[in-house]
């Protein structure tokens, strides 16, 4: 095994789309462009780019999939470029003998190679061999390289190369009954050895040109060849008609430009496409530029591992698919454009590219590598924060409330009903009561801000975005003057088996712990906000928002009376009422369905409901213990007036993962983060279970419509923090490392405050070196003492 | 007079032009969607938008005019919008009797008045009231408020509200024989009280929408009146019938929302621009929020002036005339954007909206209120650094090379020919050889640096474009082995009456003086932004730009070893061979031309040409007082082996002023800037004439083709910056205050390094306040000490 590449050998028909989803490649620009704009509409999925390497796709450049069987050319795979041997048909892999097969992603360079060598029906043995990549220094270039050899015949060979606007997205079986086609054609046009076609989304209108320029070689020497092309404005085709040496191999380069509308710094998307093509150097050239911009990111992202037996190996090279898969979806290339982050990756077609919570989960890595992606992701959440003020003005709340699902403009894009596969039923759908989304926005732009004391960010947008979601938990708390307490009533947590009381029509439950507390985090960092803006700003702001001294009262009432529920001595009640459910029968359970992952669909199938049962998707109480330290647990409950003990960690923890399916690729990471430091070897199998979730679609199914990007880049900062105790707080960094037993020494860089700091952990020592030259030291936090490490120096612990 | 109102009183159409170019509103988003996208194109210039108050301009809400004499209707003026009393023409104030006429620019709040009470040819007396502005807080809302009141009668009216996508830019006359109709009309409809229209760029093909609700009042009651509404690609019209009762007014109250392809966070346009319209509120809920915004922006941009007599508020008032289009133009709205400066404000059509080098005059402003203004400013030059690389390349050179004028796309978009309507010749137009501005882009990302220590930008678009500057510059220079020295030739200074030596073909000059010491300024930061960044960025730049040892150590000897040319013992030649030029004979011309700032045009109409003299438009030598510090200069000029003696610059200033015509707007802020300390009296006129240059349209003709902001901005950094000394060098923030006589007392708010400071000051003392709670004190440099100012502290100064 290396750590470097993925590697399938052989070709399997079945394994394909899997193996697609997992080899697609992007550049953090290519799919947001037409995507970022589409995902708004209503029952409307998205056009993401696929370059990807499966073979039962049928992708072209753009994106999605076309159409097959059509008359003027059909594209079985290989980025709308293909070829017919004389006598034979256009090739496909369905009728060739396969000889040898074998794809290859290398991540450290960032390209995707194919090779394949068959037979055809007249015993000619033929090889191609590919490497294709999206650019990562100049975010409108992709490259295909092909290499097509003769073993043992000489011939006519006619290739076609194409571009083709006729894509539909059909990526995810359930969604085939929708709209599935989101581009209209507008124009094709070729330029010697170029074509250009001009499409606009059907939905948000924008305007995307792709240009492809084809050339074919001899060694270095180019190749002359007549071109015919047929233009029509869906769908442009050159035909050249060449000659094929046995051992005389021809090489065809189809680079690639994209531009939109939407794009910066262009005259219009056509006039830009042509120009980036015409300057665009050889396919050699590119990719050493390509290469050179991988490592530099490397650089800054790798996570190096060592382990026992092949732990490591195994473990370095998954996490490196991770961080390569979110490098795709968000890489430097992103700073630019107005995109947030969708749960499935830009080129998933599950969940329609919308966004959700999941950046709780994948800012920290962002926040530690590169923070000015997470400021672009978070300026997408205030360039929203009008929608979202009107959201909470519809709802008769005050603030702003940020929508469960989104997309283009920021509006509510959740589903009201959704199919139970299992049952054939259409049940109501409930998740935009999930309001804790708003919480997750406050707590990653505070995070940020921790990150990097991004002083601007704060004060203009950060501050914001945080006091109008504090005000919104403020509006959308109620008094209850029997109990003296404040609670939030009607909601759900982000355990989405439990969505309504047993036998009660009204959707929601009441104080629902993980929500209620986030709500006190989000007032008390409000107050922080407040004190952190220069006293200008402050006035400013508390003068645009209307903010008086009165509410600011209330805020801090709410803070210290909010409530929270317990039963069974000192359980943390996910909401009012758990403690009452029925507990559930697993056992019979799993002897019956083996895998009770998606319990609900089983459960409703049987005209049974989870809302009855001590059971969850994903344990939300525990996302406390995830996100929180117990300092800063324990400071919260004393504030509110309930007890907070050192058992009551263990006793929760222990509690909700005797009750929980796994049914959230994100629940195995928050699971294997509590138990962490408690029981070290079940967290590991945890973790390798998140590890695996994506690359052995553990769902069975789930991977092939999209990556599980949350997931993904979870596992990395489990590393990362989970495994080294690496904590903001303040003005410290705190670290308080525990390795797996199967790890023997983890090696990564981060930044932090505008600082390198490279950080070595072993079972026994944790070493830290400042790469960079700041004049301030960094204040590192080590169990009760804090130290500082100074640019060029380093500070070493023993554990 | 009012310090915060522009007001005039009276109707004169001989002014109009002028008036409304200075009471043009904007809001740094409005004219900049249509705008920012078409001066792309050449010999096309743009749609800036149009919300201005004058009168025989005949303005839509989008841009531009419209074309007269349409037979569906016609809208002299009034933002489409008017009426039509009960027998007679619709309104038209060239065929009624004026009884009277005020417009007021009330630039405290941002809302521009105008109100003409008239009597018709049937005697009836009525009066019209109107108000507007362009939102400063929701960036896509403007409004206009009409009040309609019949002083001696009663009858019916018709009322016409339009969206008219008709407009053509003929603004300025010389360009009227180019294409200036730049909108394509798609779409026009109808919802209920809204008309929206759609339209296409044509040059960029960017959409945009507008949409207007029209809505009537008597009181507070709305009118309910029967809409008849006629609707056509390129113009949607609505007519509704009213009757207007004595002395009970009318009030009009029409909303517009614009929105175009290029906005963030939107579905597409039209969608976006229905749910804004919906959303808005009334006119008086609007402005309430337009004026606090206001209120704020004041807060940080206003200067306080008190002087003799009128001086101080006569200043106050055009100054605050300045700050206000700069807001108009670049506001914060601008963040999010893809814009640059144009010098003639987006209004404007003089210049086509092309972006040249006055930012150098405006960023200081911005720099020390609202950096992110800059840092957005400044990114808009790092989006176009490719099409820079490319164009360096292009000319066999390496590094990027900016173009002298540029719009979208960033290639260079200077007319090659230009016209002197005083010959009626076209002649061959060299400005492209102005290579200057490349020194200013890296300038102002230094100073942008220097104000706001901004890590980030500086690590990843800061130093890239410095160093592909500096390398352009090194790649310019060539060796004269003969003086062992470096030289710069074939280009052009500042002063654009010396583009060749006289009876030389080939365009250009060798060894510019500015063009020269920049290049070494240029090299110099290059090495001190190296030295800034971290060592991984470091290597990371250095590994992707390719810039090996031996490049650095040629920069290190050109710094060290590039030409200048000096004359008449310590005159720092203009270029090279400046000195042998003829004098010329200032008397003869100015007793026979009166007004020669347009020197080079009266000297071609006589087959003579200003490249024999010793004149200049603008004296570029003199820029480098401008620019630097005398300790600055003189370490420079030592390091290259050249003296700079105690003498040097005022001799220097003194030889080249009695040179000059002050043909640019420009020049007059350099001169009074480098007269400030030597000749206070002297710098003061120079200052007000910079100060009247617009408002009293001193060029002749001009201000009514656009403002010109580079000497706008430019007035208020001599205000901020001259006359207070202040100046930003490494750590310390220094002063130096020297107040012209007729000024006594000075003060305003500047933002340095994310603290606030308050600087007063008078002609016997300085006093300093930090008003906010930063925890690191500002150093600041006073004479020869430096001392610290705390966050809530003052500080203060003798003189």
């Given amino acids: 095994m290396n750590a470097w590449t993925l590697v399938y050998d052989g070709f399997d028909p079945e394994k394909e789309d899997l193996r697609e989803a997992l080899c697609t490649l992007g550049n953090g620009y290519f799919a947001t462009r037409g995507a970022a704009s589409e995902v708004a509409a209503d029952d409307v999925h998205y056009p993401g780019t696929y370059l990807a390497g499966g073979y039962n796709r049928l992708e072209t450049e753009v994106s999605g999939r076309t159409i097959e069987n059509e008359d003027l050319v059909n594209f079985p795979n290989w980025l709308a470029l293909t070829f017919r041997i004389e006598g034979d048909e256009w090739?496909?892999?369905?009728?060739?003998?396969?000889?040898?097969?074998?794809?290859?992603?290398?991540?450290?360079?960032?390209?995707?190679?194919?090779?394949?060598?068959?037979?055809?029906?007249?015993?000619?043995?033929?090889?191609?061999?590919?490497?294709?990549?999206?650019?990562?220094?100049?975010?409108?270039?992709?490259?295909?390289e092909t290499v097509l050899s003769a073993e043992n015949w000489s011939g006519a060979l006619e290739l076609r190369t194409a571009i083709d606007g006729r894509v539909v997205n059909d990526g995810v079986r359930r969604y085939r009954g929708l709209n599935n086609r989101h581009l209209e054609p507008l124009q094709s046009w070729a330029e010697g050895d170029s074509l250009f076609l001009r499409t606009r989304t059907s939905q948000s209108r924008l305007e995307m040109v792709q240009g492809v320029r084809t050339e074919v070689f001899s060694g270095e020497s180019p190749l002359a060849t007549e071109r015919t092309t047929n233009a029509r404005p869906e769908?442009?085709?050159?035909?050249?008609?060449?000659?094929?040496?046995?051992?005389?191999?021809?090489?065809?380069?189809?680079t690639l430009a994209l531009y939109?509308?939407?794009?910066?710094?262009?005259?219009?998307?056509?006039?830009?496409?042509?120009?980036?093509?015409?300057?665009?150097?050889?396919?050699?050239?590119?990719?050493?530029?390509?290469?050179?911009?991988?490592?530099?990111?490397?650089?800054?992202?790798?996570?190096?591992?060592?382990?026992?037996?092949?732990?490591?190996?195994?473990?370095?090279?998954?996490?490196?698919?991770?961080?390569?898969?979110?490098?795709?979806?968000?890489?430097?290339?992103?700073?630019?454009?107005?995109?947030?982050?969708?749960?499935?990756?830009?080129?998933g077609e599950a969940y329609r590219g919308h966004v959700f919570w999941d950046e709780l989960y994948i800012f920290p890595m962002l926040n530690l590598r590169v923070p000015e992606i997470t400021r672009t992701l978070l300026t997408y959440r205030y360039r929203r924060l009008e929608e979202a003020r009107a959201m909470a003005r519809e709802a008769g709340l005050r603030g702003a409330m940020y929508p469960w699902q989104s997309g283009s403009d920021g509006r509510e894009e959740s589903q009201r009903l959704h199919l139970n596969p299992r049952s054939g039923r259409w049940l109501p759908d409930n998740t935009h009561l999930q309001k804790h989304v708003n919480a997750a926005i406050a707590w990653n732009a505070w995070q940020y801000y921790q990150a990097t004391e991004d002083a601007e960010f704060l004060h203009y947008h950060g501050a914001e975005m945080i006091l109008e979601i504090a005000r919104f938990w403020s509006s959308k708390a109620s008094w209850n003057g029997e109990m003296e307490r404040y609670e939030i009533r009607g909601v759900m947590g982000p355990d989405e088996y439990h969505d309504a009381y047993p036998g009660v029509d009204r959707p929601g439950l009441d104080n629902n712990a993980y929500t209620n507390v986030m709500a006190v985090w989000c007032l008390l960092t409000a107050f922080k906000v407040l004190d952190a803006l220069p006293a200008d700003r402050r006035d400013e702001l508390v003068d645009t928002l209307e903010l008086g001294e009165k509410e600011l009262a209330q805020w801090d009432r709410i803070s210290r009376r909010m409530r929270l529920c317990f039963h069974d001595e000192g359980i943390i009640s996910q909401?009012?009422?758990?403690?009452?459910?029925?507990?559930?029968?697993?056992?019979?359970?799993?002897?019956?369905?083996?895998?009770?992952?998606?319990?609900?669909?089983?459960?409703?199938?049987?005209?049974?409901?989870?809302?009855?049962?001590?059971?969850?998707?994903?344990?939300?109480?525990?996302?406390?213990?995830?996100?929180?330290?117990?300092?800063?647990?324990?400071?919260?409950?004393?504030?509110?007036?309930?007890?907070?003990?050192?058992?009551t960690i263990p006793r929760n923890v222990d509690y909700y993962l005797k009750r929980t399916s796994h049914g959230s690729t994100l629940s195995q990471i928050v699971h294997s983060w509590v138990l962490a430091r408690s029981d070290r070897d079940r967290s590991w199998d945890l973790f390798k279970m998140a590890l695996h979730s994506d690359i052995d679609d553990i769902q069975g199914g789930t991977?092939?419509?999209?990556?599980?990007?949350?997931?993904?880049?979870?596992?990395?900062?489990?590393?990362?923090?989970?495994?080294?105790?690496?904590?903001?707080?303040?003005?410290?960094?705190?670290?308080?490392p525990c390795l797996p037993r199967d790890l023997s020494r983890l090696n990564f860089n981060i930044r932090y405050r505008g600082q390198s700091v490279s950080v070595t952990v072993t079972h026994d020592r944790l070493v830290l070196s400042c790469l960079m030259c700041g004049e301030k030291p960094i204040r590192i936090g080590w169990r009760d003492e804090v130290r500082e490490l100074h640019g060029g120096k380093s500070l070493e612990f023993v554990l």
Avoid at 235 to 254: A, F, H, S
Avoid at 321 to 342: E, M, N, R
Avoid at 703 to 718: C, N, Q, R, S, Y
């Fill in 575 to 647: 909401f009012e009422g758990y403690g009452e459910l029925e507990e559930f029968d697993w056992e019979t359970y799993r002897a019956k369905h083996g895998q009770v992952m998606r319990l609900d669909r089983i459960l409703e199938a049987e005209d049974d409901t989870p809302n009855r049962y001590k059971v969850s998707k994903q344990a939300d109480v525990l996302m406390l213990f995830y996100l929180f330290s117990s300092e800063e647990l324990r400071e919260i409950f004393q504030r509110l007036g309930y007890p907070f003990e050192y058992e």
């Fill in 703 to 736: 991977t092939p419509e999209g990556i599980h990007l949350g997931a993904m880049a979870g596992t990395v900062d489990l590393v990362q923090r989970g495994y080294t105790g690496l904590e903001m707080r303040g003005e410290v960094l705190h670290f308080n």
């Fill in 235 to 254: 769908l442009i085709v050159q035909t050249l008609p060449l000659n094929l040496n046995q051992n005389e191999p021809i090489r065809v380069e189809k």
């Fill in 91 to 144: 090739f496909d892999l369905r009728r060739v003998e396969i000889l040898a097969y074998r794809q290859e992603l290398r991540m450290k360079e960032g390209v995707l190679g194919r090779d394949v060598r068959f037979r055809d029906s007249h015993g000619r043995i033929t090889v191609m061999r590919q490497r294709r990549f999206v650019h990562m220094r100049f975010p409108h270039l992709a490259a295909l």
């Fill in 260 to 347: 939109t509308s939407r794009d910066w710094a262009i005259s219009e998307p056509g006039v830009a496409a042509a120009k980036a093509l015409a300057r665009a150097p050889s396919f050699a050239e590119m990719l050493e530029k390509h290469r050179a911009t991988w490592e530099h990111l490397w650089h800054r992202f790798d996570i190096r591992i060592e382990g026992r037996e092949n732990n490591g190996v195994e473990a370095e090279m998954i996490l490196r698919l991770h961080i390569f898969h979110l490098l795709q979806t968000v890489s430097l290339h992103a700073i630019d454009l107005d995109v947030g982050v969708p749960s499935r990756g830009w080129h």
